[in-house]
């Protein structure tokens, strides 16, 4: 039997208890004394959290292995303290058919340091004109619960309302990239305002994101079915979300770290490290976006880790791949300007980053409390601690990194997955302690 | 001055000033029968075009050749994409060929900005996508100095596709640099978002009715009328072009009205002109008309803008050396009222 006890942690910031795990499930909390064969893991001081779920990341493979890899996309959500990470259907081949989910999922799960839920396209090829085999996919093993065109909005209304209606029987949820395509095409890559209208590039309106928003939550009312909105971006769509969850419709959000901090004006130099669909908004959507988080209007944050290859970021700025890295660091984000100003206490943070993703995204192993009986998927913060991000220290294999030279407090020092620790860096910042069973295969998980 | 030019924002009064003072014994070496003077010798300009162009181009081509820098001119179709070069490699390289300065003309909005970053070279952006178009404004501002001297309080209105105008943008910087109140006028749908707060901010007017300005109680001592793309019709930005015309095009009546006012009232465009659609043949061709003196100044702006980039500071500017300077034209009033 494998045991690993977890000693001295503060469960959710609270008061600090011990863990014992025995063969990936908790199975004592409280003063444990500790069983001669375990493993024990000091984590006096650290807040232990359930370990984070991430409902939307871009892990590149199939096609784009040279900008990140299931594998090295794994060691980044490991590191960033994720214990279960949904990669997003827009890889080549697209994951639009069961087989193409379940080799994901396969991959994912050789791999064994995170849960890789393969996400489904909505539609063949994410053109946005057929739906893409959504039963096959849910009964295959990789078992897809949500289904996304992410990278494109399904645009259509009459194929929303189908797919909404479709997943309904599997419990499925369909994750909307909402950018009306006639109010904000493929050239648009700055937030419309004035920074877009000083730097002459194609804006990408609010009211783009708003608008699509405010349809599909009328078809999930219409259908009685679940939507979820990916990466809210604006003022608006908060106000529509607000309006929607008090009328008992089915809705859900999620909202990126870059979304919570970075803002439009960082576009001023040109630099594609901060081009991202959608767009950086102004400094009161930022504070509208941590208001719904805080008060739950948005469910969830996800980090939206898109991985690119160097040379497709440096292009001309409208001419740059969209998107940045974001699973190594969004616990610090979310940490340094939710936590530490008292916005959010721990317990949120699990809620957050944990308990309402793993729910939206079906996934009945994760998210769970740290109690006798769960998972046990753990993530060890220390909320003292500065980080100062290094663009070139990613385990990701890209390196567009928006938060380089950045300084956040509070950093995630240990994951433990299904009982085995896939991240562990207590000894200082910076120092890696190579992990013998990282790995050795997942076929046990 | 600084090594690039970037954006007009690059550009204090002083160094505004500096360049059009140049510019002027530039001008006076372009009637001589012998254009060409020493300054420039062994140094390489590359004059690289990733979007066409003719009158930038020739006019960036000639003034190296007139400094006798050698000048190289390439071109690459189109913007790069994820399958070609990139537009850093594509720097990199030019730059490793050891050249003094790179005019770039860019599609994308901000490629000059990129490219500075990447090279050691000089950077002087001849125009980057909807952004900025530096040397148009300085030949632009060349020639309203020429007709009206300082600018001072003058009031200049630009009017037409704003949004997609890297000559706007440019121009309301370095007019408001040199102290020119400005009024912009557009529909709505060719307005950039977020005029209300940048106008505001950077102290400019703006306006629907081009009427109500031209009309107004404030004078206008030169209009700038914008080329207007006929493929924004396509894109919703307005119904026709008769209707653009009757709403914001330079027609006979506007100017007859403008003139009555004012006789000195100067007219600009950046060309190429759509004669019968912003402008009409009338005012392009009245003798309020300056379309091309702002050419001919294009040439002389842009040897004074090389000038400044690359020649050392103990390099006499090159009117001051030459043999002749004493016979060249002294008046430029009396030449620019010539035409």
Redesign the interface.
Known sequence: MNRLVIRGARLLGAQAADLLVEDGVITEVGSVSVPRDADVLDADGLVALPGLVDLHVHLREPGREDAETIATGSAAAAAGGFTAVFAMANTNPVTDTAEAAERVHDLGHACGLTEVVPVGAVTKGLEGAELAELGLMARSRAKVRVFSDDGHCVHDARIMRRALEYVKPFGGVISQHAQDPRLAGREACCH??????????P?W?GIAEESIVARDVMLARHTGSRVHVAHVSTAGTVEVLRWAKAQGIAVTAEVTPHHLVLTTDLLA????VYKVNPPLRPAEDVEALREALVDGTIDAVATDHAPHAR??K??????A?FGMLGLETALSVVSDVLVQPGRLAWSDVARVMSTAPARIGGLSDQGQGLAVGSPAHVTLVDPDREVTVDAAASRSRSRNNPWHGRTLQGAVLATVFAGRVTHDVRNGAGTRRELTNATTSGADL | MTRHLISSADLTRRDVEDILETAASMHDLQRREVKKVPTLRGRTVINFFFEDSTRTRSSFEIAGKWMSADTINLSAKG????KGE????TAMTIDAMAVDALVIR?N????C??VAKWVRCSVINAG?????HPTQALLDAYTLRTRLGDLDGRHVVIVGDL??S?VF?SNVITLKTLGARVTVVAPPTLM????A??SEADGFATSWDLDAVLDGDDPVDAVMMLRVQRERMSGGFFPTPREYTVGYGLTRDRLDRLVARNEDVLVLHPGPMNRGLEIAPEAADAPQSVVLDQVSAGVAVRMAVLYHLLAGDDTPAPAATSPDASSAPTSRTTEGAAR
């Open positions: 419309e305002g004035e920074v877009s209208g000083r730097l002459g590039l804006g309106p130099g040109y630099d594609p040379h497709d440096e292009h001309a700025f409208v001419d791949a | 913007s790069s994409t994820s990139s537009l850093r490699d860019h994308a909005s901000g490629a900005h990129q980057d996508g909807t952004h900025e949004t997609h890297r943008r950039p978002s977020g005029i707060a940048w």
